[in-house]
C-alpha cells in the first residue's frame, strides 16, 4: 500500500513495504527487521538502521543515519548522499555523495573482518601468484604511514605505495623522496619511460622553470640527449661519444670515443677545487687551447703546434716565460725558448754511479751532448759525440768526450783523463792535436789577429795584463795571407813588444828583425856609460860535474849546393878545459876555451872540425890544423929522368894525418893557407946527380928542390909555400944515374895559418 505519513516506528511483524514505488514517504523512523523489497524514496532519519537486511532499488535517497545490510546487486544510481557506512559489503554500484562519517566502512569482498587502520581497503582473500593482495586507503599515524598503497599478492612487499607526506614509491615501502622508485628483483632497470614518438623525454620544471619543457633529458633513438632553454646542451651518442653544445660529437683526427665541448665563445672546461679555493680552466679561444687558473692564462696550445707556457702567443713550439725579457731577440729557427729575467734549465739526475744529467741535441744518426757525469766519473762536465742509428741506446754514456771540465775548473780538448793544468790539449795516438785562433782583418800592415793573454786577477789593484802572445798580419803584398807572431810583457809600465817572429820566420828580439835573430838592447838598461858593453845575447847551459870538453855552442847549418840537403857549415863552441882542477864548488882555477870549426867539404853528410882555438890565456891555438908525416920502408932503385916517390916515401907509416889530407902519399890543402913541408932522404949512386922535389899540382916548384951530388948520401928539403883549397903536393926525385939506391925518405908537411 501506499504511505503518505509514515509512523515513529515500523516492524516487520507490524508493516511489509511492497515493492511498489512508495514515492510520497517522506520521512521514517527506526527501522527494525524491515526487508524493503520494493523502492523507497525519501529520507531515513539519523537514528540506527540496524536491523535492515536488504534493500532493493534505493532511489533518490538521503541516508542521514547509520544503514546496516546487504544492498542488492542491482545498480544504486540515484543515491545522492550516504551518511555512515558500517561494515556494509557492496556487491553494486553506489553513485552519490559520501558524508563525513565518525567511523569505518568496511566492504568486505569475501569475510566481514574489519580492519580499523584502514578507512578503505579492497583485499583479495586469495593468495595467489600473479594477483595483487589489495588496495588500501589509510589513514594513518604520521607522515611516513601510507596513505594509498598497492601490495604484493602475499602482503610481503609494497608494489605501489603513496605517503601520507606526498612521498611516491614504486618497488619501496619507505620512498624518501617526493618519487622513489626501487628494483629488487634482479633487473639493472628500475622504470622506464615511453612513447610512441621518435623522442622520449622527462620534463623538469621548478618555481622558476618558465615552461614544462623547457628543461627535460631523454632518448632520441639511441642516443641520450639534455634539452635546456631552447636548445641541446648536452648529448650520448650511440658509440659513446659525449657532446657538450652538439648533438653530434666527433673528432677530426680519428678517435673512435670523444668528448666534444661545442661553443661560440670560448667553449672549455672548468675545474673548481671547492676545498683549496683554485678554479682552473680549459678553453678554445681564437683557434688556440688555454689553461687558465682564474683569469690568469697558465698554458697555450696553439692552432700551429706552438706551445706557451706563461705565454700566450708562442713564436716556437715550445716557449716557457716567467717573465718577458726587457729585449727579446729569438732566433728564427728556435724550437724551445725558456725567457725570464734571470732564464734558466735544470736537469736533475739522481746521486750516484754513472746516473748522468744530459742534453742532447741529434741530428737524425747523429748526437752531440751536453753532459753532467755522476759519481763514478767524478762529476766532470762534458761536451760529447756520437754516432749511433740505433734506439734505445744509452747515448749519454756512449758518448766520446770532445770537452772536458773537471769540479776544479781543469779544462780538457780532446783528453778527459790526467787533467792537471787548467786548459789540456790533446788527440788520439796518431792524431796531431791542434788549437786554432781565428781573426777577420783587412789587407794593412801588422794588424792584430788574435792573441792570448796572461792576466793577473789577485793583485789587489785589479786585473792586469801580465804578457800577451799576438797573432799580427804580415807586412807589404798580400799582408791577408802573412802572420806574423808578438811577444809582450808588461814591466809595471804597461804591454810593451819584446820579441817578433816575421811572415818570413826571422826573429826579433827587441826589434823588427831583417836577419834570421836579429837582437837589440833596447837603450842602456844597465845605466852604464856609453862605452859600457851591453850583454844582449846569453848561453848558457848546466850540468852535474862536468868534465873536459863540455860547454856549449852556436851551429851554422845551411843548404848544400845542388841539393836540397842540409849540412853543417860551421860552428862556434865554448867548452871547459882542464876539468880536474875544478872542484864541485866551482874552483877559481876554472878554464875555458872557444873553439871555431869548418866544413871541409865533401859529401853532404861530412860534418865541421875544428879549425882555432883560443884557450883560456889568449892564445890561438890550432890543435886540429891540418898535417901529416909518413917515411919509407926499404929502398927505391933510381932510373933516369922524374920519378915520383910519392908511394915509396910512405910506404912505412903513417904516423900523423891530422884531418885524413894525406892519402897515397899526396897531400892536398883542405883550406886556403900557408903551409910548410920538409923532405929528407939518402941516396946512393956511382956518378951523376939526384934532385928532390916536392911537386905542386903535378909540376915541379922552382924554389922546392934539394941538389945531391955523388959524394953526398943525405939531404933535407924544407920550405914554405902558399896554398889555394884542393892544390896537392907529391914528393919526386930527379936523377942521371940509372942503378942508384934510395933509401930512408920522409915526408912531412903541415898548415900555418
Known amino acids: 500500500m501506499a504511505l503518505t505519513t509514515v509512523p515513529a516506528s515500523l516492524s516487520s511483524t507490524a508493516l511489509t513495504l511492497t515493492t511498489a514505488a512508495q514515492p510520497n514517504i517522506t520521512s521514517v523512523g527506526t527501522l527494525t527487521g524491515l526487508t524493503v523489497s520494493g523502492n523507497i524514496a525519501g529520507t531515513l532519519t539519523t537514528a540506527a538502521q540496524t536491523n535492515i537486511t536488504s534493500v532493493g532499488t534505493l532511489s533518490s535517497l538521503t541516508v542521514s543515519g547509520a544503514l546496516n545490510g546487504t544492498l542488492s546487486t542491482a545498480a544504486q544510481t540515484n543515491i545522492t548522499s550516504v551518511g555512515t557506512l558500517t561494515g556494509l559489503t557492496t556487491t553494486g554500484n553506489l553513485v552519490g555523495t559520501t558524508a563525513t562519517f565518525s567511523d569505518t566502512v568496511t566492504i568486505d569482498a569475501a569475510d566481514g573482518d574489519a580492519d580499523e587502520a584502514y578507512v578503505f581497503a579492497v583485499r583479495s582473500q586469495e593468495a595467489t601468484a600473479g594477483r595483487n593482495y589489495g588496495m588500501w586507503i589509510r589513514a594513518g ?230 753532459v753532467h757525469h755522476g759519481t763514478g766519473n767524478s762529476n766532470i762536465f762534458s761536451i760529447g759525440y756520437y754516432a749511433s742509428s740505433s734506439s734505445g741506446v744509452d747515448l749519454s754514456d756512449n758518448l766520446s768526450d770532445i770537452l772536458n771540465i773537471t769540479t776544479g775548473g781543469n779544462v780538457g780538448i780532446g783528453i778527459s783523463a790526467s787533467l792537471q793544468g787548467e786548459l789540456n790539449v790533446g788527440g788520439a795516438a796518431s792524431g796531431d792535436p791542434s788549437m786554432y785562433v781565428f781573426g777577420s782583418r783587412g789587407a794593412a800592415d801588422n794588424l792584430p789577429a788574435g792573441h792570448l793573454t796572461f792576466r793577473n786577477v789577485a793583485n789587489g789593484v785589479g786585473d792586469v795584463n801580465l804578457s800577451r802572445i799576438q797573432s799580427l798580419t804580415g807586412t807589404g803584398s798580400n799582408q791577408t795571407q802573412k802572420g806574423q807572431l808578438a811577444f809582450s810583457t808588461n814591466d809595471g809600465s804597461g804591454l810593451t813588444q819584446r820579441m817578433l817572429i816575421d811572415s818570413s820566420g826571422k826573429v826579433g828580439i827587441g826589434t823588427t828583425p831583417s836577419t ?145 889530407h894525406l892519402v897515397g902519399g899526396k897531400f892536398t890543402a883542405p883550406v886556403d893557407g900557408l903551409y910548410h913541408f920538409d923532405l929528407k932522404g939518402a941516396a946512393t949512386y956511382g956518378s951523376g946527380y939526384l934532385f928532390m922535389y916536392i911537386f905542386k899540382n903535378g909540376s915541379a916548384m922552382s924554389n922546392a928542390y934539394h941538389y945531391m951530388y955523388q959524394t953526398s948520401n943525405s939531404a933535407t928539403l924544407s920550405f914554405t909555400v902558399y896554398a889555394d883549397d884542393g892544390d896537392y903536393f907529391e914528393p919526386y926525385i930527379n936523377t942521371n944515374y940509372a942503378g942508384g939506391t934510395v933509401s930512408a925518405i920522409l915526408f912531412s908537411g903541415h898548415l900555418i895559418g
Open 141 to 370: 599515524s604520521n607522515s611516513s604511514d601510507e596513505s594509498f598503497s598497492v601490495r604484493k599478492f602475499d602482503n610481503s612487499s609494497m608494489y605501489f605505495k603513496v605517503r601520507g607526506d606526498g612521498n611516491v614509491g614504486i618497488g619501496t615501502a619507505s620512498p624518501s623522496l617526493k618519487f622513489h622508485s626501487s628494483e629488487t628483483g634482479g633487473s639493472t632497470i628500475a622504470g622506464l619511460f615511453q612513447t610512441n614518438q621518435t623522442d622520449s623525454y622527462i620534463s623538469f620544471q621548478a618555481s622558476g622553470t618558465t615552461d614544462n619543457s623547457t628543461v627535460r633529458i631523454g632518448a632520441v633513438g639511441d642516443a641520450l640527449r639534455a634539452y635546456v632553454n631552447g636548445a641541446y646542451r648536452f648529448a650520448i651518442t650511440s658509440a659513446g661519444n659525449v657532446g657538450i653544445g652538439t648533438t653530434g660529437p666527433s673528432a677530426d683526427y680519428g678517435s673512435d670515443t670523444v668528448l666534444e665541448i661545442k661553443g661560440s665563445t670560448s667553449p672549455g672546461l672548468v675545474i673548481n677545487d671547492t676545498g683549496q679555493g683554485s678554479k682552473y680552466g680549459i678553453h678554445a679561444d681564437s683557434n688556440d687551447l688555454k689553461i687558465n687558473y682564474g683569469t690568469n692564462t697558465l698554458v697555450t696550445f696553439q692552432n700551429d703546434g706552438n706551445v706557451g707556457i706563461g705565454e700566450t702567443s708562442p713564436s716556437v713550439k715550445f716557449h716557457i716565460k716567467k717573465t718577458a725579457a726587457s729585449t727579446q731577440h729569438y732566433d728564427q729557427y728556435a724550437t724551445a725558448i725558456v725567457e725570464d729575467t734571470e732564464a734558466r734549465l735544470q736537469i736533475v739526475a739522481s746521486e750516484g754511479g754513472s746516473n748522468a744529467a744530459g742534453l742532447l741535441l741529434t741530428n737524425e744518426a747523429k748526437h752531440w751532448g751536453v
Open 516 to 660: 834570421p835573430l836579429h837582437v837589440r838592447n833596447i837603450g842602456n838598461p844597465s845605466g852604464g856609460n856609453r862605452n859600457t858593453v851591453e850583454t844582449v845575447l846569453t848561453l848558457d847551459t848546466t850540468g852535474y860535474y862536468p868534465y873536459n870538453g863540455y860547454g856549449l855552442g852556436i851551429d851554422f847549418k845551411g843548404e848544400d849546393y845542388g841539393n836540397t840537403a842540409i849540412r853543417e857549415y860551421g860552428k862556434i863552441q865554448a867548452v871547459m878545459t882542464d876539468h880536474s882542477a875544478q872542484n864541485a864548488s866551482g874552483d877559481p882555477s876554472f878554464k875555458s876555451a872557444l873553439t871555431f870549426w869548418t866544413n871541409t867539404g865533401g859529401a853532404s853528410s861530412t860534418v865541421a872540425t875544428e879549425k882555432m882555438r883560443i884557450d883560456s890565456t889568449g892564445i890561438v891555438t890550432k890543435p886540429f890544423t891540418p898535417a901529416f908525416s909518413c917515411n919509407s920502408s926499404g929502398s927505391y932503385t933510381t932510373t933516369t929522368g922524374d920519378q915520383n916517390i910519392k908511394t915509396f916515401a910512405c910506404s912505412n907509416a903513417t904516423t900523423l894525418n891530422i884531418g885524413s
